[in-house]
């Protein structure tokens, strides 16, 4: 098997495939030799286990999780990629390409088709752009799946992880608290990759929660007001969720008060148990 850690493996593969790397794609391929492992270790691969990963690459860390795992199912948009990767990868058998576009695939269908009688995980490096939304296609499909492993931007990381009701905690630390248990596991300098990005990465790992730890009456509805309140975090609750959400500010000042906060509360500082609390007193007051 070639040594897809070695820069000049690398760019001699890619230089025969006449491959160039894509700014608009987010492409940064994985060089340092130590951080695969350590990902496909962190995601929990076994033989029991069936593996999707997101954006190969040029297969570094698809053949970290082929050794580890009983079925790798990669998706890649891109389309030049596909003959780099039957060439580095041609020594797995239990590794499927699929070329599309991660956000508009059936993963329902897919872990249904591909790893039936398997535990499920997903593993991957994803380009910065793609982050936030990527992570969430994968959560709101509410899919049969252990945990997500990724590697994203260090202060994506930050925002994700973050505890929420913090100074770095956002409407999608929020989203990601409700479906997953987040942590981070390692940092990533920049010179890790090829070509280097400005900035350095981490991997981080959610624990999918088979149900949520909150009782919401509106899912949408609260989803609706965390995204309201942290359009303007610097605004009192009362005004951020009237004027995001469309609402009387009499009825969210009487669902404030009927939670038990006062008047000039700022949600951003509320725990998601707060939130809900919140939000489900909101909801009580609309069905009135």
């Known amino acids: 098997m070639k040594n897809l850690s070695d820069i000049s493996v690398i760019k001699d593969i890619l230089s025969r ?5 894509s700014k608009a794609l987010g ?29 190969p690459g040029i297969g570094v860390l698809t053949a970290e999780l082929a050794k580890r795992a009983k079925r790798i ?3 890649e948009l891109d389309t030049r990629l596909l003959p780099v990767l039957n060439e580095t990868l041609s020594d797995f058998d239990n590794v499927k390409i ?15 088709e591909e790893f039936a009688g398997m535990k499920v995980s997903v593993c991957a490096n994803l380009p910065y752009y793609i982050t936030s939304p990527v992570i969430m296609h994968l959560l709101e499909s509410k899919l ?8 994203v931007q260090k202060e994506a990381a930050q925002r994700l992880c973050a505890e929420v009701g913090s100074r770095d905690a956002g409407a999608v630390t929020v989203a990601v608290n409700y479906y997953a248990e987040a942590q981070k596991i390692f940092d990533v300098s920049a010179g890790s990759f090829m070509p280097a990005p400005k900035v ?6 959610l624990d999918v929660r088979k149900q949520p730890f909150i009782a919401l009456d509106d899912e949408k509805l609260f989803f609706r007001m ?9 605004k009192t609750a009362s005004n951020s969720i009237s004027s995001g959400m469309g609402l009387p500010k009499s009825t969210v000042l009487q669902a404030i008060t009927n939670a038990g906060y006062g008047e000039n509360v ?15 007193e909101i909801s009580r007051l609309q069905r009135q």
């Open 17 to 21: 495939h006449g491959f160039t790397f």
């Open 27 to 55: 492409q940064n391929f994985l060089i340092n030799p130590s951080v695969c492992p350590r990902m496909a270790e962190a995601c929990g691969a076994d033989e029991s286990m069936g593996v999707i990963e997101i954006g």
């Open 73 to 75: 199912v990669s998706i």
């Open 98 to 112: 699929i070329n599309a576009d991660v956000l508009k695939t059936d993963l329902k269908r897919l872990i249904m």
């Open 144 to 151: 049969d799946v252990e945990s997500i492993t990724v590697m």
């Open 200 to 205: 350095d990465s981490s991997v981080i790992r």
């Open 226 to 234: 965390v995204k309201a309140v942290f359009a303007q975090r610097r």
């Open 266 to 280: 700022r949600a951003e500082s509320f725990t998601m148990q707060e939130l809900s609390v919140l939000a489900n």
